[in-house]
């Protein structure tokens, strides 16, 4: 048996499994498919071809909205969070959860149990692996491959066509909070290549091109073209000289 609220918009040619809960002002478009146990919180617009698979939860509210609501004593599914789109032919895999204020641009993917928490944007034909964290704040550009097990903490910034290797972690607390510090998560510029394992230390800059190698830790900027071994990671070439 499912839930849809009656301000809901649901097109006649979306696919809706059994055991789903839709909220209030959530656009569901053409062709869309909602697999069994998904529940999706108000004010979502999910655009045509979109596939979201089983136990996913789309809009899930932020800290602030749920306090309001536990004020209200009401019913998550009767917010209306800030929106979520997530544009067409996307494809969310089972067991992940996207906070309400994400955009996604079309033809994304996610592995399973995906987390992105709130106002974060990704651009379009963007990869996001099983078990990646996006911990909100994050602005990810086009054709960018996050493998399985990347974390990306808040304000981060990545460009375009850019690769993070599994289990790479960004960070953006230098000083663990033992001290006053704003958080400052790393940059990457367009092209930049991380390989697995690494760790880019807060407020890290990796220029455009640049490539880490696998398990290093980054603590200094790296310039155009060059390539970052070990740990502390140190240049050792220049990239396509």
Do not use: W
Not at 17 to 44: M, P
Not at 89 to 96: K, L, P
Not at 194 to 213: D, E, F, Q, R, T
């Amino acid at each position: 048996m499912n839930y849809i609220h009656p301000e809901a918009k649901l097109n006649n040619n979306a696919h809706i499994s059994d055991l789903v809960s839709i909220g209030k002002g959530v656009t569901i478009e053409k062709d869309v498919f909602i697999s069994r146990g998904v529940i999706i919180y108000g004010n979502a617009l999910i655009e045509e071809g979109t596939f979201i698979g089983e136990n996913c939860i789309i809009g899930h509210p932020q800290r602030n909205e749920l306090k309001k609501l536990i004020k209200k004593k009401d019913s998550a599914l009767n917010l209306r969070n800030p929106l979520v789109e997530i544009k067409q032919n996307c494809t969310i895999r089972s067991g992940s959860i996207i906070y309400s204020e994400v955009k996604m641009g079309a033809n994304c993917q996610t592995g399973h149990h995906v987390m992105i928490r709130e106002k974060t944007t990704i651009g379009n034909n963007t990869l996001v692996g099983t078990n990646t964290v996006i911990d909100g704040n994050v602005i990810i550009g086009e054709n960018v491959s996050i493998q399985t097990g990347v974390y990306i903490p808040l304000y981060s910034k990545i460009g375009n066509h850019v690769f993070m290797g599994p289990f790479c972690k960004l960070t953006n607390d230098k000083y663990m909070m033992r001290k006053k510090f704003d958080l400052i998560g790393p940059t990457l510029e367009d092209y930049v290549s991380v390989g697995a394992n690494s760790v880019i230390l807060p407020g890290i800059k990796l220029k455009k091109n640049s490539i880490i190698g696998a398990g290093s830790v980054v603590t200094k900027d790296a310039e155009e073209n060059q390539v970052l071994i070990g740990n502390p990671a140190k240049p050792i070439k220049r990239f396509l000289e």
